[in-house]
């Protein structure tokens, strides 16, 4: 009796550790924020004692879990898996008549998941609800996973399937004039570097747009106002804190956890003193141009004087500063697809969508964007039903349908 009282109380202390988390007064539904948040949180730090002190040479806890094909019941389209040129692939077309000839618009989704975790069934609402409001042909890429995998195969296999399907686009009734792209957090970092790879190749047609829900764009600045706005309020508790952002990147960017690159991240020392103070690159991270609300710098404490991590900086810059991986650091956007950007406000890499718009509109590229207000980190999923979500696909719909029916 004395063990499972003992038992019962350590699970009562792990569960309430687990679930509890402060959340804002606005934020829509706090109890399937938190139970969403303490699976994840679970989930999460298996993922940091394996990575950190076993081999993760064949990925880590995450991205070993396996997310079934969900049923299709829906006879509006027809779901199958194939190959685009080596990268798995579900692919959703709609069902038309038979006698209807003209070609469809497709997108090419990336689902998030930090780099390390996910596949393209997690997104089959999203994807599923695309093909069909949009009549439009959805591939969603499989591409393989960190660590195993590390950067830039990620990109490598979203820019090669996308290559492939627009040199093959008629094959699925599809007019290769009319293929977008879009993709969620680590995914919409996959869309804006590979919209820039294939907007710079002139064998292949450019995309229609690029979607960009809540990305990531840039991994050099850790002290963002996002970032200390949402440790602020959540601490290391939040579905997507500081200490899950330094344990993803690490391990797509090196495939492997590596303790002083974490360390550097979560004490926001990464860059040496002499790259902040002379390397152009920091023009692009103006957070003057996030500090508009009285909200957003209640929270803010701005960078003084950092530790000068010189070594570790220029064993990790090539990595960090490579465009495919900080898609934000691309000196010229001029000519790249118009973008529908979407951030949360209660999101530790809001910022990134933000000043990635700021860049693009600067350049002449046509931006819409938009910052959910009562929005967190993975409200773009079907599953919840969430009023935020619901409006965000709403915005995304007129957006896609306008450039379809126009271009």
Known sequence: MGK????????????????YVPVPEDLENPWIFRLTNCLK?????????????????????ANRLQFPMPENNNNSLTVTTTEFDGVRIILFQPNLPTTKDQLLPA??????????SGNPEIMFGVTRRMCVELQAVVASVDYRLAPKYKFPTAFEDSLKATKWFLNNAKKY???????????DSAGGLLSAAVSQSIKDDSHVPNLLFQALIYPTTQQIDVNLPSTQQYHAIFG?????????????????????????????????????????????SMQYIDHDIIL????????????????DHSKL?????????????????????TGLPPAWIATCEYDPIRDDGILYAHRLKND?????????????????????????????MTDFMVFAKDYIKHK
């Open 4 to 19: 499972l009282l003992t038992i019962l109380v350590v699970a009562g202390i792990l569960s309430a550790f687990y679930f």
């Open 41 to 61: 949180r679970i989930i999460h730090s298996i993922m940091y004692y394996e990575a950190k002190y076993s081999d993760v040479s064949s990925g880590v806890f």
């Open 107 to 116: 997108i090419v989704y990336f689902h998030g998941g930090g780099f390390v």
């Open 173 to 183: 009734r599809v007019d290769a004039r009319k293929v977008a792209i879009a993709g």
């Open 236 to 280: 290391n508790r939040g579905i997507l804190c500081k200490h899950d952002m330094a344990m993803f990147i690490g391990l797509y960017a090196f495939g492997e956890f590596r303790q002083d690159y974490y360390d550097a991240f979560m004490t926001g020392t990464l860059t040496s003193r002499e790259f902040r103070e002379t390397s152009e």
């Open 292 to 307: 508009k609300s009285d909200v957003r710098s209640r929270y803010y404490i701005k960078p003084t004087s950092q530790a």
């Open 313 to 333: 900086w220029d064993d990790v810059k090539d990595v960090l500063l490579d465009v495919r991986m900080s898609p934000l650091l691309r000196k010229d956007m």
């Open 364 to 392: 002449g590229v046509r931006v819409s964007l938009k910052n959910y207000e009562k929005g967190v980190h993975g409200s773009w999923m079907s599953g919840f039903n969430l009023v935020v979500y619901n409006e965000m």
